[in-house]
């Protein structure tokens, strides 16, 4: 059997209700230092993948007991530790490979420390979560009728793992691109491996939101805890997509700007007929995010070396990862924004409130 497991976290001390409904009701600092004890939890088994090959394959949630918050504050060292132990408790339940998700794959050196702790291979799944978050905003902007040749582009969190991809895959779709983070001087180094690559020359900024407010798209992959755009920050009739976990983009843009699109970042529709987390993440059945789609890739093709790891960009791990996906069936989910499907009269909604 192809096996694998993805490790998981809660985002916020909200999250850990989904498992405990007691913690409901339980201040967050409690929860918080609740899960500072625990060691990892198996959530679940996933069951019912079938590749369109016919190979089929099962896993694993592990959960590592930090929220997002606790993964930025706490010593890094002590988080990694808690990380590796997780990914150790995957091993002993017969994963061959396993995936980092949200921030487990954030913090430290994105998975090399990790994959030096387990003899299985380990992946954060950020290759396909570029490769099918950029086909997600291609069909997206298709459908709100935006040219991505004309129209100027920005990407928050630019010079992260997901954000360093995502901006290689736009540059050669665009012409007007925007590389925004904090460090400038990792900013000026990406600008110029993209000028070398493609010869477009992108503007860099550290404001966020003089690069949103400008924007005709948007994607968001930043490492911040918190909300970084906030309705006032999107211009009229933009497309963003949010490939953050947790979140970039604010809940306060769905009930303030119905002039705007916001769609998760690469939600994929795995392969099989009877496809079972046993676990609720937010996804209807049969639905994953594609850090996770990644994992359960590599297991069905039976690839059990490290895949996606560290923050440096190869373009043939993107088009590997989105052949093998095509392979074996997993797609691009539609569009989803806020947890629910985007329907053709939303669509039709936010072009005529954006005058269109
Ligand atoms: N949806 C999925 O399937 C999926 C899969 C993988 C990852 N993710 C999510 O994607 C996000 C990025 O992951 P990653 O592995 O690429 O992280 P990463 O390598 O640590 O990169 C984070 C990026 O965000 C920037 N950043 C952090 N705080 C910022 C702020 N306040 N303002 C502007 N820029 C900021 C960082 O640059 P500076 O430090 O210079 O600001 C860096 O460019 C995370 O939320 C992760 O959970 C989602």
């Given at each position: 059997m192809n096996t694998f497991a993805f490790i998981f976290h809660p985002l916020d001390a909200s999250d850990v209700a989904r498992k405990y409904t007691f913690a409901k009701y339980l201040?967050?600092?409690?929860?918080?230092?609740?899960?500072?004890?625990?060691?990892?939890?198996v959530a679940s088994k996933i069951t019912g993948i079938k590749s369109a090959t016919g190979a089929s394959a099962e896993g694993w949630f592990v959960g590592?007991?930090?929220?997002?918050?606790q993964m930025l504050q706490l010593d890094q060292d002590y988080v990694i530790r808690k990380i590796i132990r997780a990914a150790q408790k995957a091993e002993e339940l017969g994963a061959k490979i396993i995936g980092l998700g949200a921030f487990t794959s954030v913090v430290g050196d994105a998975g090399i420390t990790v994959s030096r702790h387990v003899s299985v291979g380990v992946t954060t799944g950020n290759s396909y979560t570029a490769g099918a978050g950029i086909q997600a905003l291609e069909l997206a902007a298709r459908r709100m009728d935006i040219d991505m040749q004309t129209c100027s582009v920005a990407v928050i969190g630019a010079t992260?793992?997901?954000?360093?991809?995502?901006?290689?895959?736009?540059?050669?779709?665009?012409?007007?691109?925007?590389?925004?983070?904090?460090?400038?001087?990792?900013?000026?180094?990406?600008?110029?491996?993209?000028?070398?690559?493609?010869?477009?020359?992108?503007?860099?900024?550290?404001?966020?939101?003089?690069a949103t407010r400008r924007s005709d798209l948007v994607v968001t992959a930043s490492s911040a805890a918190e909300p970084l755009i906030n309705p006032g920050d999107l211009k009229k009739g933009a497309v963003v997509l949010d490939i953050a976990r947790p979140r970039d983009v604010s809940k306060k843009v769905a009930d303030e700007r119905e002039d705007v699109l916001v769609i998760e970042g690469g939600v994929i529709k795995v392969p099989g007929d009877?496809?079972?987390?046993?676990?609720?993440?937010?996804?209807?059945?049969?639905?994953?995010?594609?850090?996770?789609?990644?994992?359960?890739?590599?297991?069905?093709?039976?690839?059990?070396?490290?895949?996606?790891?560290?923050?440096?960009?190869?373009?043939?791990?993107?088009?590997r990862i989105c052949a093998l996906a095509d392979k074996h069936g997993f797609k691009v989910a539609g569009l989803r924004s806020f947890e629910r499907p985007v329907t053709d009269e939303q669509i039709e909604s936010i072009r005529r409130k954006a005058g269109r």
């Open positions: 201040p967050p600092l409690v929860i918080e230092f609740g899960l500072k004890l625990m060691p990892p939890v590592c007991t930090l929220t997002a918050r992260g793992s997901v954000g360093t991809a995502c901006s290689h895959l736009l540059a050669d779709k665009v012409s007007d691109l925007t590389l925004v983070a904090r460090d400038r001087t990792r900013l000026e180094a990406l600008q110029q491996q993209l000028c070398d690559q493609s010869g477009l020359k992108a503007s860099i900024t550290t404001d966020v939101s003089e009877n496809v079972d987390f046993h676990f609720n993440f937010g996804f209807p059945p049969g639905l994953a995010f594609a850090c996770m789609a990644e994992t359960m890739i590599l297991a069905l093709e039976g690839t059990y070396e490290s895949f996606s790891l560290g923050r440096e960009y190869s373009a043939e791990r993107v088009r």
